[in-house]
């Protein structure tokens, strides 16, 4: 059965850290593309990173570029998200999904096959 459970959410202050991490149970790990999308209150859910399983090509939302980190333990099957300097604005719920994906890294939520059920991440100024 084909499952991914995010931990790792939780209350920070702004420039502080934290690390999601989503394990990863499926069939089969073949052209696969790990994401992490968030969604705040009222807003539509958006792209926060992605990687590739196999060669690790990571793929990142501008407004987290140089703040947040993708990587992923094969040996755990389990793929993270590093935050850091976070802000305010990064308030939301996090949500990892795992897209079947030949070539192309996505950044569409529609794109994507499987999701957790999500991690609340609250940042306060």
């Known amino acids: 059965q084909e499952q991914l459970v995010e931990s790792g959410g939780g209350l920070v202050q702004a420039g502080g850290s934290l690390r999601l991490s989503c394990a990863v149970s499926l069939r089969t790990y073949s052209y696969l593309a790990m994401g992490w999308f968030r969604q705040a209150p009222g807003k539509e859910r958006e792209f926060v990173a992605a990687i590739r399983w196999s060669g690790g090509t990571t793929l990142y939302a501008d407004s987290v570029k140089g703040r947040f980190t993708i990587s992923a333990d094969y040996a755990k099957n389990t793929v993270y998200l590093q935050m850091n300097s976070l802000k305010p604005e990064d308030t939301a719920v996090y949500y990892c999904?795992?897209?079947?994906?030949?070539?192309?890294?996505?950044?569409?939520?529609?794109?994507?096959?499987?999701w957790g059920q999500g991690t609340q991440v609250t940042v306060s100024s």
């Open positions: 999904a795992a897209d079947r994906t030949i070539v192309v890294v996505h950044t569409t939520a529609g794109d994507y096959d499987y």
